[in-house]
């Protein structure tokens, strides 16, 4: 059967940890330290549907360095509007010769659509509000490289913060650290957290002020400015009163808190530029960590030894 | 001509009939029912073992004709045949909308043209399913229209509806209402819950329906309209309609196989033949429609048969449309879930599915088997297993969940006005 990586929800803890143990071999690659050619001969092509820069990007750059041919297609918008539906598009682009999708799309499902109509590996790059798993991998894998053991993930209690309900990176995330044995509390406003996400097996907070004190990490969500036009969100002044990161409520929370962050961060909105640039901040390395993440995911599924 | 079917065990809720019982049909007509008719004269057809009962009347449908793709009247009333449907009643959501008696008689004439099942037609109630400007009802009533409805579009505007329901209290007619306020499920695709909290997709909450149910029983108690809510599927609206049932409301309602059957938790992956509108919704609201189909809270199971072509169902989840087949599963289903599963007796259950359809529309001559009325049934095998193969449809759609669906009955046989339309072979 083939392969695809399209979802954390129901991933195993041994799993996970076969992928950070994939990463840090990796580590040095990433980082364009090491050059090799375990993908030589691998075509990997790039479907992004919805723009993307800084995912495609990793991709990219991961797929290169371990010695794939990569293929940018980037087709905004959905299939419906341009004309051609999304299976037509992925069927034609297989047709050149592919060993491995990466999908991005507006459609939830929309990956796993692809991955049930062609015989090829896909790899899932954020489909709507549903999941971005190459992202909770690295989120995890962050923190994993902080923490030094996998045991520690029981204990560690990370809060979320932001516009759950739209979120894709929320919800792997979570997946990602409920596997690991984590606290997970999710924080935001009623409109942006409701009371289906207990489903996760989370806590909810709609306080971020009650929950500092006792986190581990601070994983911050970008605030999409639509959120005001649809009136989920009343202005950025409120929302940053509430659930803005600041330094006086840095002043709250543990002194080796950590603070993480998907990018790209509204400076000032979610979270404050001393927070975000300050010393207890991974987001930097959260997109280091990424590449790592992604080479593992690559490797497992089109690598020669790929299990 | 006369034919006597002899032997069946023939389930006529109307007429309280639920045994052994011979059925004379003359000119395609009911002539005589009763035990040990005598043959003389007539064809006789020996039904030991089988079971008969009034051709079931479909009172919500989509033929796509004219304008859309999917059905034609003619596809979906050989389809409905095959269901042991003989009465359908179509929505009129086609391009152009069955809103005035030009595009009335048209699809009249097509539907006397395929020669398949009945085929009754509900009209608009406002101009193009605007919601804006309501129809001329009494016209299209004198026309032939069994009831009113804008289907898919529900009447947002209150006094528009209040206007609607009273030309159709004057002339006597039903008012249906897709229940959805769309301001409270935009862009909703699936049932608002823990399921598409998971899958990343927008919900429409239960509350868009009951919102909608619970402001029209108002208008309905003062206007004095018929009002019949269509396909009701969540328990905040059995709720409301407890209200109106406190209040001598005149209102019913329908509810569908896949309502009773399936909740948002059987949609696997992003299966787009799990998409339809009302969307699945929660296991307890799955059980409180089998609870109301049981006490008579809701009296009428109808299919919102919804055929689209596989290109539009091909699409990503959030793209494709609305709507499920449902027009040849209606019946099997009904007794697999009702009957088989022990909930309901049969004849409940088929007069859910008959005569209380025929009742509402103030269709007389069908949805029961009594002297005078159409010699419309079907002939089922209750001790026979079947299959449903969509591939064999002579619908122009395959949207179905229930593909591949074993099932504890067969249809056998499916008669309109006394001639046998369809057989399984």
Known sequence: MTKHFLELQDISPDKLVSYFTLADEYYDASQGKESRDDLSGKTVANLFFEDSTRTANSFYLAGRRIGASVLDFTGAGSSLSKGETLLDTARNIYAMGIDCFVVRHVSPGAPAMIADALDVPVINAGDGAHEHPTQGLLDVYTMYRELGAVEKFKGLTVAIVGDILHSRVARSLCFALKTLGSRVILVGPRTLVNKHFEAFGVEISYSLDKVLAEVDVLYFLRLQRERMSSGLVSSLKEYKFLYGMTQNRMALCKDDVKIMHPGPINRGVEIDPEVADGPNSLILKQVTCGMASRMAVLYSLIGEKSD | ?425
């Open chain 2, 1 to 425: 001509m006369t034919e006597l079917y002899q032997g069946a065990t023939v389930v006529d809720p109307q007429n309280n009939i639920d045994s052994v019982v011979d059925i004379r049909v003359a000119d395609g007509v009911v002539s005589e029912v009763g035990t040990d008719l005598d043959p003389k004269g007539a064809t006789v057809i020996n039904l030991k073992d089988k079971h008969i009962i009034p051709g079931v009347v479909d009172m919500h449908v989509h033929f796509r004709e004219p304008g859309t793709r999917g059905e034609t009247i003619a596809s979906g009333a050989a389809a409905a045949l095959r269901g042991g449907v003989t009465t359908v009643a179509a929505m009129p959501n086609t391009e152009p909308a069955i809103d005035s008696l030009i595009s009335l008689s048209n699809v009249q004439e097509l539907a006397k043209k395929a020669g398949k099942c009945k085929v009754e037609f509900i009209a608009a109630m406002s101009v193009g399913r605007q919601g804006e400007k309501v129809t001329e009802i009494q016209l299209l009533s004198d026309a032939g229209a069994v009831a009113f409805s804008d289907d898919g579009s529900p009447v947002m505007n209150p006094e528009i509806m209040r206007m609607a329901m009273l030309a159709a209290a004057q002339v006597g007619k039903p008012v249906i209402q897709h229940c959805e306020d769309c301001h409270l499920s935009a862009g909703g695709v699936m049932n608002e819950g823990k399921v598409s909290a998971l899958k990343g997709l927008k919900g429409q909450s239960h509350m868009s329906e009951s919102v909608m149910v619970g402001r029209d029983l108002i208008l309905a108690k003062e206007t004095g309209a018929h009002y019949h809510v269509a396909h009701l599927s969540c328990r905040s609206s059995l709720a409301q309609m407890k209200w109106a049932e406190d209040h001598a409301i005149k209102v019913t309602a329908e509810v569908t196989p896949h309502h009773f059957i399936l909740a948002d938790e059987d949609i696997p992956g992003y299966n787009t033949n799990y998409k339809m509108n009302p969307p699945l919704r929660t296991s307890e609201d799955v059980k409180a429609m089998l609870q109301a189909l049981k006490e008579s809270k809701i009296t009428v199971i109808a299919s919102d048969h919804a055929p689209h072509p596989q290109d539009k169902k091909s699409l990503e989840f959030e793209n494709a449309p609305f709507g499920i087949m449902g027009i040849e599963t209606m019946l099997p289903l009904s007794i697999k879930y009702l009957v088989s599963n022990g909930h309901m007796p049969l004849s409940q259950v088929i007069a859910c599915l008959t005569c209380n359809p025929a009742e509402i529309l103030g269709l007389k001559d069908v949805g029961h088997l009594g002297k005078g009325s159409a010699a419309d049934f079907v002939v089922l095998d209750m001790n026979k297993k079947s299959t449903y193969d969509v591939t064999k449809t002579p619908s122009q759609s395959q949207n179905t969940p229930f593909q591949g669906e074993e099932f504890p009955a067969t249809i056998q046989a499916t008669y309109v006005n006394g001639k046998k339309l369809y057989e399984n072979n």
